[in-house]
């Protein structure tokens, strides 16, 4: 065969090799970190989890090394870290805590943009993190409520820990029809954390929301909002987008709800000064996206009043999730998932029976054949010719040769059962629901 055959043949094959993305539905992990903010997700257990494992090799593979090799932060209490002292550097990794909360507008071939506002003038992103919260009266129950009274939908970042502890209301909130989205599981800066870590934030948060609700949401909001380069990278190369509120000089859409020195203010004084953004002025270029917290009795009392006070007032703005503003899905797998009742009796869906996949798949298989035919043509006819350079017809005997295929079974695993939490059990088993 002309050595040109083998060179296209090669092309072929590199123009189909891709690495494995990681499976969707995640795989179901051999235990929850404890729902907890007082933890980091350290143990060897969980960070080799195959859930984590398959999505951080992908991870490897995928996102420039020069990225992944960026300083993590130092955390010193809560929002509070110290970024790396080299200055320069850190100023290129557009790390959140500087040049006054840095973000990226552009995509880049690292990283999807940050989606920091609503594209339209008098669209209101209206997004609550933390939740869900039922401890507290009010809780995430009563800012639904008033949702509801209002006829607002919202995007609702959620803790996986919290979706683990109350899952009925994290049902409501999806019945109710707001957007989830994943605001990790333990609550820390992400900067903090080691690449394998980012990634088990993740996906143990978007496995219990897919346990509980059947979805996989899109969104990610970074907790404190505190994000640079290497979590940007790491988070677009799992499908998610970056999202956090609106925060340009005097255009800052943060209510500063958990904040003790704003708290001090008062409930009426801080709703008089949220009141101001329901007086967007005719020539406004776009919308925001705002940031407020279901987490406690004060966030979550806050969020009623403010609710109150548009409903009262004749605001042009239009309150909606951020997904619907943007113009994107809330979901993966175009929200064709349904959740499991019980994870003995219902099997993994089976993700390679998809449209999408299958559409691809025959498209890939039609054009394999179609080149591999090609192929078998000109080998055919370069044999005949070295065989009978006279150009005598003889007939030349082929041997074909099949290849045994498996279908691939996802090992099962055992019913699950939520153990009670002491301070010695950090792992926690998949709850059944």
């Known amino acids: 065969m002309s050595p040109n055959c083998y060179i296209i043949a090669f092309n072929f094959l590199l123009l189909f090799t891709v ?70 550097s850190a100023t290129k990794a557009c790390y959140w805590g500087l040049k006054s909360q840095c973000v990226r507008d552009k995509d880049t071939q690292d990283f999807k943009a940050d989606i920091t506002y609503c594209p339209k003038p008098y669209q209101w992103g209206i997004s609550y993190d933390d939740g869900p919260n039922t401890e507290t009266i009010p809780g995430t129950p009563e800012v639904r409520k008033a949702l509801a009274d209002n006829n607002i939908k919202a995007t609702f970042f959620v803790l996986g820990s919290s979706a683990y502890l109350f899952p009925n209301e994290l049902k409501n909130l999806l019945a109710d029809g707001h957007q989830i989205a994943i605001h990790t599981w333990t609550h820390h800066p992400m900067t903090n954390l ?142 064709t998932i349904t959740p499991s009742k019980n994870d003995e009796d219902d099997d993994e869906p089976e993700w390679w029976k998809t449209p999408v996949v299958i559409g691809v798949s025959c498209a890939v298989a039609a054009i394999s054949i179609t080149f591999v035919s090609f192929l078998l043509f000109q080998a055919v006819n370069e044999r005949k010719r070295k065989a009978n350079p006279d150009g005598s017809l003889k007939k030349v005997a082929w041997k074909s040769r099949s290849n045994n295929s498996k279908s691939f079974v996802s090992p099962d695993i055992e019913n699950r059962e939520t153990n009670p939490l002491t301070s010695s059990n950090l792992l926690v088993p998949p709850r059944a629901l």
């Open 194 to 335: 080691t690449n394998r870590q980012i990634v088990a934030e993740l996906k143990y948060t978007e496995r219990i929301i897919y346990d509980t609700i059947g979805v996989l949401p899109i969104y990610f909001r970074p907790p404190f909002g505190d994000i640079d380069d290497r979590v940007r990278a790491i988070v677009s190369s799992l499908g998610y987008r970056t999202v956090i509120w609106t925060s340009v000089n005097d255009f800052v859409r943060d209510t500063l709800d958990t904040d003790s020195g704003n708290q001090a203010l008062g409930i009426p004084t801080i709703v008089a000064n949220i009141s101001k953004w329901f007086n967007a002025t005719v020539n406004q270029k776009q919308g925001f996206v705002s940031l407020e917290h279901d987490v406690s009795q004060f966030t979550a009392n806050l969020s009623v009043n403010i609710l109150a006070a548009f409903k009262k007032s004749s605001s042009l703005l239009k309150p909606q999730p951020v997904g619907m503003c943007r113009e994107d899905a809330f979901y993966r797998l175009n929200n």
């Open 19 to 88: 690495y494995a993305q990681p499976p969707l539905p995640p795989p179901k992990p051999n235990s929850f970190p404890v729902p907890s903010q007082l933890y980091y997700i350290d143990s060897e257990e969980l960070l080799n989890d195959p859930l984590v494992s398959t999505a951080y090799d992908y991870v490897l593979k995928t996102v420039n090394p020069k990225i992944l090799a960026l300083k993590p932060s130092q955390q010193i209490y809560l929002s509070n870290v110290s970024y790396p002292s080299d200055q320069e």
